[in-house]
């Protein structure tokens, strides 16, 4: 070969990490040219199908950057399918993925080649792969003086291994704002309908554990949708005001819902939206802590000079809550979710009665105080 090509493939998200890759891999020397391409060096007017196409079957290396497990694979997975298309590939070799250092592996299409972890000792380990064992260069050596500790260039590979580290180490940082959390990639059908079999949904830990779910890459929104259609409200609405954020409209308030760790109040905290079509959406479950609300309940905390009606307003809406969130939803939660049996079916609609029943006492005695 008389120049090695090298694509580095990457969520856009992603693409300062792979700019840095590539910077760096053409400051160090080497025996054959190097010719390192990013999807971001794509000339403006050239169709891109045709870019990648051109640019990856001509690939010597694919370098696949994973820095976490939300980044879509969509393209990805395109651009390696591509690059298995040059017949003079040994992808066994020739397909490397540097993944994170808090994954454990690669995505399921990537499993069957070479990884190296994002630390110092998997990005050294990569740059000597290339540079000076000649693992992904059909035996070529590049620059055996990668190898060596105390050359210029051996020094350089400590420095270029320890800033790609601290790029990847600040993405880790950076997935870590908010606790729960849910991701929608959302698709749409030919007729511009959302399309919910096809709209994919990412979330750490968590936020899907909540949802009554153990995250798997590539999860459908109509699984979650289906899951909850029937104890929480939010997924219908957070549809319905699809078209409505689209177009620029602030984001809904969404119901809130109980979950068996207590109950969450849904918050659209962002979107993107590209030419008025909304392409994803981020929701976060934020806790409604009983013991904070308590005083909002009570009454009272009602300001003495505050209207009969409007005191009359707000004692309707403390019953609502009350009824609702103490009394019948977690009676629901468990006749829809656990299957009781009817003697324990009896057991909940007294439960449920009894606390009406107090409930109304409560009630008059408030109205008497006031």
Known sequence: MDQVNIFVSHGSKYAEIANSLKRSLQRLKS???LSVKLSEDMPAGREWRKWIEDNVR??????????????DMGWCNYELGRFFKNAETSASDTVVTIRNTDIPKPPPVFEPYQSVQADHA????????????????????????????????????????QELAEKFAAV?????????????SVKYTSAQQLDPDNSVIEGNDSGMNLLGFHYMQGMKWSAVRNHLATSAEWPQELERAMTAMASGQLPPPLSPFRSQSGIFIPVIVRTEIVDRVLRQVFVIFVPADSERLGPLFEGSSLPMGMPAALKSLVRLLRLMFRARWEILEPRWAEAGRKKPSKERCVEIADAVLADYDQLKRRSCKDELEY
Not at 172 to 184: A, M, S
């Open 122 to 161: 998997g990005l050294t380990k990569f740059m000597k792969d290339l540079f000076v064992s000649g693992a992904l260069t059909n035996g070529a050596v590049l620059n055996p003086t990668v190898d060596k500790v105390l050359s210029d260039d051996g020094v350089l590979v400590t420095d270029i291994a």
């Open 172 to 184: 880790r940082i950076d997935e870590q704002l908010y606790e729960r959390r849910l991701v929608i």
């Open 31 to 33: 025996a054959k040219p």
């Open 58 to 71: 001509t690939a010597d290396v694919f370098v696949l950057l994973y820095p976490h497990t939300t980044m």
